[in-house]
């Protein structure tokens, strides 16, 4: 379930599958309205598995990326990791032509996409090329690459930072990523340590100005931690 907001109204999404079918039936809830009402189209979600909870709403149109495995043969579209999108709209505006629309990732960003070490999600990123628009990061082998996506109809896409972990001037050796997000133009990430999980962030909105990189020395004001 996704919470979509807005100036005037708040939505709930709800995707139900009954029937162990790629096919969801997309369920909406307005607060306005006070009411849940069935969307037309149902959506489809591909042969690979969605991180349905790490929705992505830019737009008007609700985005999933599926996972990194490699449980489908190298013949089928859904092989590499992809992105679908599908749009939310209010009750009798809905539009029947809607459906959903299969995303391409980028080509760099798929090599190597089933490797263990291979973690990808999507975020929204703000504006690019004139519109609202969502970015791509991938973790692998301790390398950070970021893009963001320029033409949605064509799904193009700009890198805009290739990073190795060890090049960011941490103190720690070789640290273990646990997760990250995007906020605010901000790349945040957090290393764990024995018993303490740290929080970082890299400024990734100098990128998209081609700002040369450039990393503090960190030191303890440079981060937060947290006990686990």
């Known amino acids: 379930m996704t919470l979509e907001c807005d100036s005037d109204d708040y939505r709930l999404i709800l995707f139900d599958n009954e029937d162990w079918s790629s096919h969801f039936d997309c369920h909406v809830y307005s607060h306005k309205q006070g009411a849940w009402s069935l969307r037309k189209n149902r959506f489809f979600a591909g042969s690979s598995n969605l991180k349905f909870d790490m929705p992505v709403i830019c737009n008007g149109v609700i985005h999933f990326i599926s996972d990194c495995y490699s449980y489908l043969t190298e013949d089928s579209t859904y092989f590499r990791p992809y992105i679908m999108s599908y749009e939310i709209t209010n009750g009798d505006d809905e539009d029947e032509s809607v459906e959903t629309k299969f995303l391409r990732v980028p080509k760099e960003a798929r090599r190597g996409s089933h490797d263990d070490s291979c973690h990808m999600n999507i975020f929204k990123w703000g504006e ?63 290393t764990k340590k024995k018993s303490t999980l740290k929080l970082f962030h890299i400024i990734l909105l100098a990128y998209t100005k081609n700002c040369a990189p450039s990393f503090p020395t960190w030191d303890d004001k440079d981060h937060l931690e947290f006990p686990i």
């Open 128 to 190: 690019a090329a004139g519109y609202q628009t969502i970015c791509l990061v991938r973790l692998r082998k301790r390398v950070f690459m970021v893009w963001i996506l320029t033409n949605y109809k064509s799904s193009s896409w700009r890198r805009i930072m290739k990073v190795r972990v060890k090049g960011m001037g941490l103190v720690e050796q070789n640290p273990v990523i646990k997760g990250f997000t995007v906020l605010n133009g901000d790349l945040v990430f957090a």
